[in-house]
């Protein structure tokens, strides 16, 4: 009884697998997405070629499809792809929907994208260049085809990418050693707590301005381009942008600056530059690249954070200037027996100073008195501060300057300024002037009414004066005569 089952299920089985493997079915060539286009392409008409396989084995002869665009939601472009894709066989006019009659075996179909001006090069979250997902294609077998070999619908993915015209050209990272140019992914090393850092930043619009580069696209600007530079880390606190138009066939260079902190630890910081806009067509393009700031602390690493000299210009006696220093620990160790030197071979200047432990990243305080003798001559003089560890290893050197002047010097320039200021205007010696015996005469002067008056008054004071006088003198010569007369009747 067993074995009479086992029979009678062995035929079916059989017979199963004849029907599945005499079936009729439709399948493509290959069961990857169709990719349009390139990080190359150009927004144009593209035309790729797709393989339809009939298998007609106990099925119709031949089967009929019909070949259609299945839009797919996204944000690559404003159009839907019913719009800008397009069919065609052999034998069969270009259009939106076609029907085939394929034949046992491969068929092929055209498949044909005017990809839209408008459609996105870069992936708006990460700005990576992409190839989207815009649409499947979809072969449906006519009902006479369907029944007869049950043959089932067929659909295959499509990606669609266009070029990325806004790109990051160049990037470059300047300390005070010197500057580094960084591509994505690349490191920038040897940097310390400390530095300031200049990154600067080429963004290039590589839409041709001209014919000469056969592009079908060209002469393309973006508006309000977005240039951002982010450092996320508790070491570098530092997020700044920049936006401005750009031209096609033009770059844009924009600098950025920012310290990294006193305390920042050994590791790689990530810097991010971003820089993205849409085109004249509304089309997104840009990039993103990623550059590891390696930060590296030595064991024993005194820096001065600041160095001054007080005055900085010298002139008479007394020549005296206070040089002044701050030094801090941002090595990984501990020092004991710290010493700080100021030295000018120029000015015969040696002397020291020396501290108490110094921790790591802690910072000292200091100063010199710098005193000259009146016969240095007068230049710019160089002053050289000096830390060591362990009492004779040097660690690190700042220069600061100081001006000595000529005693006088200062004062002879402010009197040379004030004769500039104020042009003395020459004297001319007139020779002696001999007496000049001036006659009465009338006045030819021409007097206002006060003065006339005035004179007036003074010819009658003189004229009554004169009045007076001469009865004077003629009183006088009476008494004189009558006195004569009576002695001589005597």
């Known amino acids: 009884m067993k074995s009479l089952k086992l029979i009678v299920l062995s035929v079916l089985l059989m017979v199963l697998a004849a029907f599945s493997v005499s079936a009729a079915s439709l399948s493509f060539s290959s069961t990857s997405d169709l990719i349009i286009g390139s990080p190359n392409q150009d927004r144009e008409s593209v035309s790729k070629s797709i393989i339809v396989n009939y298998d007609a084995t106990a099925g119709a002869a031949t089967c009929t499809v019909d070949v259609t665009t299945l839009p797919i939601s996204n944000d690559a472009t404003s159009q839907s792809a019913t719009g800008y894709v397009t069919y065609e066989a052999a034998s069969v006019t270009r259009a939106a929907t076609?029907?085939?009659?394929?034949?046992?075996?491969?068929?092929?179909?055209?498949?044909?994208?005017?990809?839209?001006d408008d459609f996105d090069a870069v992936d708006s979250v990460t700005l990576n260049e992409k190839a989207f997902d815009t649409f499947d294609i979809r072969v449906t077998p006519n009902s006479a085809c369907a029944t007869a070999g049950t043959v089932t619908t067929i659909t295959l993915g499509t990606t669609i990418q266009a070029v990325n015209r806004l790109l990051i050209d160049n990037v470059e990272v300047c300390t005070a050693e010197g500057c580094d140019d960084a591509d994505d992914g690349d490191d920038v090393e040897d940097l310390s707590p400390g530095d300031e850092l200049t990154v600067t930043a080429t963004v290039e619009n590589d839409y041709s301005d001209s014919d000469d580069t056969g592009e079908k696209i060209k002469d393309v600007d973006f508006k309000d381009v977005q240039l951002e530079i982010e450092i996320d880390d508790d070491d570098i606190d530092f997020d700044d942008d920049d936006d401005f138009d750009l031209d096609a066939n033009d770059e844009q260079t924009s600098s950025f600056k920012f310290d990294i902190d006193l305390d920042a630890q050994d590791g790689s910081v990530d810097m991010i530059l971003r820089v993205f806009g849409t085109d004249d067509n509304g089309a997104l393009h840009g990039e993103e690249i990623r550059i590891d700031l390696e930060i590296d602390r030595n064991s024993h690493?005194?820096?001065f954070t600041a160095a001054s000299a007080r005055p900085t210009t010298l002139s008479c006696a007394p020549r005296t200037a206070t040089i002044s220093y701050t030094l801090r620990n941002q090595g990984t160790s501990d020092e004991d027996d710290v010493r700080v030197t100021l030295s000018a071979p120029e000015l015969n200047v040696q002397e020291e100073k020396l501290h108490d432990e110094l921790d790591e990243d802690r910072t000292r305080t200091g100063s010199f008195i710098l005193t000259l003798p009146e016969t240095v001559a007068e230049g710019v003089y160089s002053l050289v501060l000096g830390s060591f560890y362990d009492v004779d290893s040097l660690s690190n050197e700042k220069t600061v300057q100081v001006t000595v002047q000529a005693c006088g010097t200062e004062a002879m320039e402010e009197e040379e300024a004030m004769e500039e200021q104020e042009p003395v205007q020459p004297i001319v010696v007139q020779p002696p002037v001999q007496p000049v015996v001036i006659q009465p005469r009338a006045p030819a002067t021409t007097s206002t009414p006060e003065e006339e008056s005035s004179n007036s008054w003074y010819l009658i004071g003189v004229i009554l004066a004169i009045v007076v006088v001469l009865v004077i003198i003629i009183v006088l010569i009476m008494t004189l005569?009558?006195?004569r007369g009576g002695e001589n009747l005597e």
């Open 98 to 116: 076609i029907s085939v009659v394929l034949q046992p075996g491969a068929n092929t179909v055209s498949v044909i994208a005017n990809i839209p």
């Open 301 to 303: 690493d005194l820096v």
């Open 481 to 483: 005569v009558r006195g």
